[in-house]
């Protein structure tokens, strides 16, 4: 008998652990949804690699949207961590297919009901656009990032795209 997630919004508790295997078994396969609300493929850009301060490289791609825009989850998954760092400000990190990590940074606010440990759906909100950390000179956009365990960041434009 398979174990089903728990309702999207409520944690796993015991069935974590069986979720998480779960999410290794699956792959991680495109056209994700995309994490803003409202945006077309057409309208995002491939910033990946681009010089940032420091002498880092951007790992990840911007999507600009108005503050307050939601913020979907672009994949089944646990969430892993919400809370802030000095890059992004206010993140939100999601365990998907494949134990890919993906990063939602800048945000302005968290959806009222995300918590550590919850098991969210592909489409959910989860939070809104905002300019928090480094961006706070710029305006309002997600930075939108993936990661594998293997391979560190990978470039998530492609993901995002229909495929040819």
Request: proline residues 8%.
């Amino acid at each position: 008998m398979a174990c089903q997630p728990p309702p999207s919004g409520e944690a796993g508790s015991w069935k974590t652990p069986y979720l998480y295997w779960q999410l290794q078994k699956a792959e991680l396969v495109g056209p994700l949804t995309m994490p803003v609300q409202g945006i077309q493929p057409g309208q995002i850009q491939d910033t990946w690699g681009a010089a940032r301060s420091e002498g880092r490289k951007h790992q990840g791609i911007d999507i600009f949207a108005r503050r307050g825009t939601a913020v979907l989850s672009t994949t089944q998954g646990i969430v892993r961590r919400v809370g802030t760092n000095s890059l992004g400000g206010k993140v939100i990190w999601i365990t998907g297919p494949n134990l890919s990590q993906h990063y939602y940074a800048h945000l302005e606010d968290y959806a009222a009901h995300i918590q550590e440990g919850d098991w969210v759906e592909a489409g959910e909100v989860i939070a809104y656009v905002g300019n928090t950390g480094n961006a706070k000179n710029t305006p309002p956009h997600l930075h939108y990032g993936i990661y594998f365990s293997k391979q560190g960041a990978t470039n998530p434009y492609p993901y995002l795209l229909p495929s040819s």
